[in-house]
């Protein structure tokens, strides 16, 4: 079975981002760039199949701008075989990476997709399930395990209650948790590697699709700053300031 | 442009993610060794970096190793507990003969065997390498070997030692710097047969010891290169020894300042952030600039020695000046912290005291200036 992992290019999430002073976004400038956590437990869960015996190819694909090689690079020295770089400078949205998501896997067939729930940046949580309508696939989100049995995957879900453990039928839809696994680091051997591992560069026209964002944003503005809080001795006391603070009545 | 080796950088950033501040607090706390750091790193290849493909080894140039060792340090860790097993060998690459190399390179690389210990600096002879005492004397098919090292680090964590004895008497040869042989002892089977390793206490949790020799006999076999040619052989290797250990500096220098900057941003004091007053940006702006100058220093000496030339300078320059950066990072990152500074929580202290060192060893500040007063500028030799 071949597998499909697109890896997205984002913000180090150690990175304290700050707001552009003209509300249009954040400031990328000179900022650490790292693949998105999320995609990193795609890869890893996807070589763990791999390394089972259940994958016999992975195949990470990354859209955005040309830099996005280093972060497909990075998964090919975790363990993928071979890349494809759709090149665009244009945001990407959710809907055009789905779009062309689902033009890649016409073409390479994979048996299962693997994507991040969300990426850190937008934090959508939108583009696997989108590729699952597209593609007319099953989908299981927020995967904390994924099982593959024969022509059909088990995938369990974190949801609100609990846990949920739905069945699917193959080719599907499958987006990572936080809890999945834990991503490996990449050895030097790896890394060398990875340098002359496949990489085919594209852009969304090869695909048919127009990359134009169809969305525009309006404001981006920082967090409320928390104030100070105090500390109270009694409930009474605490009923008493929240509501001289109109916080009840 | 030396090569930036951002991949390797992220990847050894990631490997040290799983070995956190507690992780060394607590192997510093107890001066135990970071056997699972080490294991790891070995198992990913990184401390095979230096050694040709032909052997097993990642085959990279000095830039490969230098930002191995850089990233340890940046992200908090302590690369001395191993980055002699990455250079040490270079002395057998370079010197030893085929059926040296084909024996031990390729047991080294799988870290199978180690070979970071190097036992050269004595206790009565010091600075003064020439001057040394330990003697290895032909007898038959080996040689013995009587005297004493110092500060020969990670003894008790290394297989092999490199060791430079004196094998022909200082008044019977015919240049000074004749006379001193590199021997490679096997450790393990020497401990209890010649070979007494103590642990030295120092200030922070270096492995290092004195290790005393008394009529260990090494196999004739084990010496690298030609017999009274040893203090050239570790001339060759110390280049890449300083260039490396200035890569860690750094290192050092830029945890330091990453720290200061964001506590200087946060700490709030007299209802505003203490970075606020110039008092305290400007030494870690200042640390910074040191910073930088020294790292071109250390690019400008990988270019020159990845190209073949003598970097004997620039790498002198390199580390003195990386080890002062890194000390300056220190003393406003400490200082920044003000009290808290103190606390073991914060790491601090501890990289505050490890990287002071390197203003000591491998060569002390005084003899990289007598060196470059002497080499560079033409100056009568000093010592
Ligand atoms: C933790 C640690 C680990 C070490 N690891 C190793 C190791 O693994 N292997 C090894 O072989 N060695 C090792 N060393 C030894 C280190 O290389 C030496 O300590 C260093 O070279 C200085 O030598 P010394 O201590 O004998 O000082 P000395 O030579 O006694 O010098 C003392 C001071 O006098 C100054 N000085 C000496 N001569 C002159 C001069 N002519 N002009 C001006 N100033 C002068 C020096 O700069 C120094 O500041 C280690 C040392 C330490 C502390």
Redesign the pocket.
């Known amino acids: 079975m071949k597998i499909l992992v697109p890896v997205k290019r984002v913000v180090d999430y150690n990175v304290k981002v700050r707001v552009k002073s003209d509300g249009t976004g954040v400031d990328l400038a000179n900022v650490k760039m790292s693949m998105n956590p999320f995609d990193e437990i795609a890869v890893e869960e996807a070589i763990r199949l791999k390394e089972k015996g259940i994958a016999t190819e992975i195949v990470v694909v990354s859209i955005g701008v040309q830099q996005s090689q280093e972060t497909l690079r990075t998964a090919l020295a975790m363990g993928a075989d071979r890349a494809i770089l759709v090149v665009t400078d244009v945001t990407t949205e959710s809907l055009t990476v789905a779009k062309i998501l689902a033009k890649v896997a016409a073409e390479e067939q994979p048996g299962l997709i693997i994507l991040g729930k969300q990426a850190i940046d937008d934090d959508a949580n939108q583009t696997g399930q989108m590729l699952a309508a597209l593609l007319g696939w099953p989908q299981g989100t927020f995967a904390s395990a994924v099982v593959p049995n024969g022509d059909r995957v088990a995938v369990t879900r974190e949801v609100d209650g609990g846990l949920e453990t739905v069945d699917l039928k193959l080719p599907a839809v499958v987006t990572t948790d936080l809890r999945l696994n834990e991503p490996r680091y990449a050895s030097l051997p790896n890394i060398m590697k990875a340098k002359s591992k496949p990489l085919a560069s594209k852009t969304p026209a090869d695909y048919g699709v127009d990359p134009t964002p169809r969305l525009t944003i309006t404001k981006v503005v920082e967090p409320a700053k928390r104030s100070a809080g105090t500390k109270v001795k009694t409930v009474d006391e605490l009923i008493e300031k929240l509501k001289n603070a109109g916080a009840i009545a | 442009m030396t090569e930036s080796h951002t991949a390797i950088r992220e990847e050894v950033a990631k490997l040290c993610q799983q070995f956190p501040g507690e992780y060394w607090r607590a192997k510093d706390r107890d001066r135990a060794y970071p056997g699972e750091f080490v294991a790891a790193l070995t198992e990913a290849g990184y401390l095979a970096a230096l050694i040709p493909e032909e052997y097993g080894g990642a085959g990279l140039p000095l830039s490969g190793a230098a930002a191995i060792l850089e990233e340890i340090q940046r992200q908090g860790g302590n690369g001395?507990a191993c980055h002699?097993q990455m250079y040490i060998m270079g002395t057998l690459l370079r010197h030893g003969s085929d059926a040296q190399k084909a024996q031990y390179l390729p047991r080294i690389a799988t870290g199978e065997l180690r070979l970071q210990?190097?036992?050269?600096?004595?206790?009565t002879?010091?600075?003064?390498t020439l001057a040394l005492k330990t003697t290895a004397v032909r007898d038959g098919d080996d040689y013995v070997v009587n005297g004493q090292?110092?500060?020969?680090?990670?003894?008790e964590h290394s297989d092999l030692m490199l060791l430079?004895a004196r094998t022909s008497p200082r008044d019977q040869v015919a240049k000074r710097t004749d006379g001193l042989s590199v021997l490679l002892v096997d450790m393990r089977a020497a401990v209890g047969n010649g070979l007494t390793i103590r642990p030295?206490d120092?200030m922070?949790n270096?492995a290092?010891t004195e290790v005393f020799f008394d009529n260990l006999r090494v196999p004739a076999a084990n010496l690298i290169g030609t017999e009274g040619q040893g203090f050239r052989y570790i001339l060759s290797g110390m280049n890449a020894e300083r260039i490396l250990i200035a890569a860690e500096c750094i290192g050092d220098a830029k945890w330091f300042i990453d720290k200061a900057s964001a506590y200087a941003k946060e700490r709030q004091v007299f209802g505003r952030p203490i970075g606020q007053n110039q008092g305290i940006q400007f030494p870690i702006a200042r640390a910074y600039a040191q910073m930088r100058a020294a790292e071109l220093m250390v690019h400008d000496a990988i270019r020159q020695y990845e190209a073949g030339e003598n970097a004997g300078a620039e790498a002198n320059m390199a580390k003195m000046l990386a080890a002062e950066a890194s000390w300056a990072a220190g003393e406003a990152c400490i200082q920044t912290h003000g009290g808290f500074g103190f606390a073991a929580e914060y790491d601090i202290e501890r990289k505050f005291r490890e990287t002071r060192?390197y203003q000591?060893?491998?060569?002390?500040?005084?003899?990289i200036?007598?060196y470059v007063a002497e080499h560079v500028l033409g100056m009568p030799r000093?010592?």
């Open positions: 001395g002699a210990a190097f036992g050269v600096t004595e206790p002879s010091g600075t003064d090292k110092i500060w020969t680090s990670r003894a430079l030295i120092t922070m270096h290092t060192l000591v060893a491998p060569i002390s500040t005084n003899l200036l007598s000093s010592y």
